[in-house]
């Protein structure tokens, strides 16, 4: 005897007895906030402007230059190091690979601390390229000098 179920009738959906109430948005802070708060722990989470360089106009002078290694038409590549959750690092620490290079190097096919060095350097050779052509403007300098002492901790401990 097969068991019935009287939830799925044939040719009947599913239906709610009460119709789904909407809160509206949530509003002021939730229960961790406000416990954190009496605690006198709370974190304040600054929000606006990053502190990340974004420029188009960058990133064009970075390709313009080829790759620096084979001299093809290249692709902005930016460093690896200290980036995460799809966050790509400053763009004043791009450099210019053909899409080949590119991908060998995002996909980890070399050594850590080799694509740290060689990332150091690529970056070193973008930089003087761009000053030598005047392409390095004061705000791409103020991002470099923030942006790169991570990478140079890591290549000069």
């Not at 929000?47 to 902005?76: D, F, Y």
Request: hydrophobic share 35%.
């Amino acid at each position: 005897m097969k068991a019935f179920n009287s939830t799925l009738r044939p040719g009947k959906g599913l239906q709610r007895k009460t119709p789904l109430r909407n809160s509206g948005p949530k509003k002021g802070k939730g229960l961790a906030q406000r416990i954190a708060e009496s605690l006198g722990k709370a974190i304040q989470h600054a929000r606006g402007e990053s502190n990340l360089l974004r420029s188009e106009v960058h990133r064009r002078n970075v390709v313009a230059l080829g790759c620096l290694i084979t001299g093809k038409p290249a692709q902005a590549c930016h460093v690896n190091f200290s980036k995460g959750m799809s966050l790509k690092v400053c763009d004043s620490l791009t450099f210019p690979l053909c899409p080949e290079l590119h991908r060998e190097h995002d996909q980890g096919g070399i050594p850590r601390m080799e694509r740290i060095r060689r990332e150091w350097e690529y970056v070193d050779q973008t930089r003087a390229l761009l000053i030598r052509r005047n392409q390095w403007p004061a705000e791409v300098e103020a991002a470099y000098q923030k942006a790169i002492v991570p990478l140079a901790r890591m290549v000069h401990p």
